[in-house]
């Protein structure tokens, strides 16, 4: 069973003491039995992203949580893939391969005239150009082969050329032609996350490897997630539970009996009491290893080494 | 060297495996530990330990390849910098983060933000050097067809930080939204980040050009330049005072930090010993890849002995002709093989001034260059990574403290406190 919840990053009370704060909480969560962390902000029943950059966040808390795996929340219509992928690559090198992102576009309206024109879209478009700008990312990771660097210092070779390239993607939106200044990230791509109820989840072809599921009970719930199944959601699925009186969202008291779910996500103003009844007497997840691993997640093919291998 | 000295402040330029292009083959180079957090977190340990006002990486938006090929012999510039900086600031409380961020290829409220939230989760330790990207490979990654002109690029990069500060100085007052309708940005909102311990970030800028040194004296509280000689240094150094006299700003308001590559050890002999191998681990192989990267074409593909293949390169080459010709004419007037041009360009220093020498002769060189005027500081370069740096810290940085050259210890948490810069808030 995987236990999720998330950590606002600024909260209310920002300030000298944030990281101290910041430090706490995630200890607690992590005691009260967490398996991920989200780094964003939980506007009701859905997850958004919070008040501070969770590219600057996930780093900084990096050596706090040791280990414990991250998910950066991130404005998908107002991130760049080049940055974003640049960003995730290092993130995953120093977590030990335990990141995750979460692209999102349920709060984009409210900020679109602060990004100005270059970055408008029509509420239509806004979900295949998150798509575009998520493909478009993992396309720069795919610029590089995970046997690539040799580091070799007899021979003097530091990369093998041919594990690098240019890729050459072209969106709709995007354009972007690599090699990205990057290695390939530890775990091929950080873990794709998305809620069910953000509208990037609409885009046709878009392919969550963890998905957030909310209904208003547990029977609701079960019908949702065996619906996914149905269509051959293959990812894993969370179902959003809380002890908060919150729309749409079904009662922890009902967690149990939820179908299929492969965990919960957490939503409550005292995460860690929440975490810790929905702990008792379950197994924690694995938390070795990659959070791929962790979540019994395969690592995603290359699309250009795979051409060469078969060429080969 | 009897009087007390005058303050010096230093920064750690910390690219990669260290300033030469052969340093992670050396012996005591960690190329494998630069993917690892452990490193970078005993490296701004290190820098904190020897009072460094700052950790500075600089940046690219493209990869080393030219014309698709991607050197075998060169190390990775870094990780994302911004990514590092903010490991770096969580396991530190002094030493000021900053990230080298282009104006040309984002939004003024993403960097806003970015700079805004780093300076939240490092208790005001953030500082922008801001710059307007010149690799033509940069616009390819971004979606642009071309380069932006350079002239329009510091337009751009004008507007643009000038927005960024409006959004910076709004989260403090009554009501933290803008509404700038200019030339090249229309922005109406606000940032999310609620607090900047600083104000604003310390801005940085690093432009030699006319149109760079004008931009910095209006805008730059810190400038990172190349001074190869004293005399250079000192040109300018008062040049940019000047400019910032006449920018109606305190010229003591701006610190000018050259460039300073090391290599120590106990003595000299043993010092010039260190950079010949250095040098030496720069192989020809490298050393061509490394021109190939400097002009955006495969120098690879013809014979090391042959002749410099100059028809070729600019037929074929992705960066502005008349720019590589001037280059390259000079070693084809010569005769020499490509090889024979490819080594001394890598191992000529361009521009940043580079000391080989022991510890003792390395502190009587920086306080000499500030008393003289030619600098306020330093933008230390490492040899090689991490050795070196662990060298100045345990054996430079005492001596410049005997000499009141250097804090013995903090006085402010902030960069701007370290710096003696004026507060935003």
């Known amino acids: 069973m995987i236990l999720s919840t998330c950590i606002d990053l600024t909260g209310d009370v920002p300030g000298p003491l944030l990281m101290a704060r910041l430090e706490t909480d995630l200890k607690a969560r992590k005691a009260a039995g967490a398996d991920m962390l989200l780094l964003g902000r939980q506007k009701g029943g859905t997850v958004v992203p919070g008040r501070l950059d969770a590219l600057i966040g996930a780093p900084a808390l990096a050596s ?59 509420d239509a478009e806004a979900p295949p150009k998150a798509l575009d700008m998520v493909r478009a990312t993992q396309a720069l990771w795919d610029s590089w082969d995970a046997d690539a660097l040799i580091l070799d210092k007899a021979s003097g070779r530091y990369l093998d050329t041919g594990h690098v390239r240019r890729v050459d993607y072209r969106g709709r939106y995007f354009d972007v032609m690599g090699p990205l200044n990057a290695a390939r990230p530890p775990q091929g791509y950080p873990v794709l996350v998305a809620d069910e109820a953000d509208p990037i989840f609409s885009a046709a072809g878009f392919a969550a490897e963890l998905l957030l599921v909310g209904r208003e009970n547990a029977a609701a719930l079960s019908d949702a997630i065996a619906a996914l199944r149905a269509v051959g959601f293959a990812g894993r699925i969370l179902a959003k539970v809380s002890p908060d009186d919150i729309d749409g969202c079904c009662p922890i008291t009902d967690a149990a009996a939820i179908v299929g779910a492969d965990g919960f996500h957490v939503i409550a103003a005292d995460a860690p009491a929440a975490l810790t009844q929905l702990r008792a007497g379950q197994p924690s997840g694995d938390s070795r290893g990659s959070l791929r691993n962790r979540l019994s997640l395969a690592i995603p093919a290359n699309p250009f080494s795979t051409n060469r291998s078969v060429a080969a | 060297m009897n009087s007390p000295a005058r303050e010096i402040h230093i920064w750690a330029f910390l690219q990669g495996i260290g300033f030469y292009p052969g340093g992670w083959r050396h012996p005591k180079a960690q190329p494998e530990s630069v993917f690892t957090r452990s490193y970078y977190e005993d490296v701004a340990r290190l ?150 311990p600083q104000g604003r970030p310390v801005l940085v800028q690093a432009g030699q050009s006319g149109d760079g040194r004008d931009f910095a004296a209006r805008t730059a509280e810190a400038i990172f330049c190349p001074a190869p000689t004293i005399e250079a240094g000192r040109a300018f150094r008062s040049d940019i005072r000047d400019r910032v006299a006449n920018a109606a700003r305190d010229p003591d308001g701006v610190k000018i930090m050259p460039g300073l590559a090391f290599l120590l050890a106990d003595t000299e002999e043993a010092a010039k010993r260190k950079e010949s191998e250095l040098l030496e681990m720069a192989d020809d192989g490298l050393c061509i890849e490394y021109l190939s990267e400097s002009i955006g074409y495969d120098l690879t593909v013809h014979d090391p002995n042959g002749a410099i293949p100059i028809d070729d390169v600019l037929a074929a080459c992705e960066f502005p002709v008349e720019d590589i010709r001037r280059m390259l004419t000079p070693g084809v007037e010569r005769n020499q093989s490509l090889a024979d041009y490819c080594r001394n360009y890598a191992r000529q220093p361009r521009g940043h001034a580079i000391f ?70």
């Open chain 1, 64 to 122: 706090v949580a040791d280990g414990t795996p991250m998910v950066a929340v991130l404005p998908a219509l107002f991130s760049l893939p080049f940055h974003v992928a640049r960003a995730l690559s290092a993130a995953d090198f120093l977590t030990g391969g335990t990141m995750g992102w979460m692209p999102t576009v349920a709060t984009w309206q409210a900020r679109a005239p602060g990004f100005g024109a270059d970055y408008a879209v029509s």
């Open chain 2, 47 to 196: 820098a904190e330990r020897g009072r460094f006002d700052a950790i500075v990486f600089g940046d690219q938006l493209q990869g080393r390849d030219a014309a698709g090929r991607t050197p075998e012999r060169l190390a990775i510039p870094t990780l994302d910098p911004f990514t590092l900086l903010a490991a770096m600031g969580a396991v530190t409380e002094h030493v000021g983060l900053v990230a080298t961020v282009s104006t040309t290829y984002n939004a003024p409220m993403g960097v806003a933000e970015r700079f805004a939230s780093l300076d939240l989760a490092s208790s005001g330790r953030a500082g922008w050097n801001i710059v307007t990207t010149a690799h033509p490979n940069s616009a390819w990654n971004f979606g642009a067809r071309d380069l932006m002109e350079k002239g329009l690029r510091y337009q751009r990069a004008e507007e643009f930080v000038a927005v960024a500060s409006q959004l910076w100085d709004a989260v403090d007052s009554d009501d933290p939204r803008i509404s700038h309708k200019g030339e090249w940005f229309a922005v109406e909102g606000q940032l999310e980040t609620p607090y900047l």
């Open chain 2, 356 to 425: 080989v020498g022991t510890p003792e002769q390395m502190a009587e060189r920086m306080i000499h260059w500030a008393a003289e005027g030619a600098c306020d500081g330093y933008t230390l370069q490492p040899g090689y990574m991490p050795e070196e740096l662990r060298l100045f810290v345990d054996h430079v940085v005492p001596l410049l403290q005997q000499h009141g050259a250097l804090r013995q210890d903090y006085t402010g948490t902030t960069l701007r406190s370290n710096l003696g810069l004026s507060s935003r808030r």
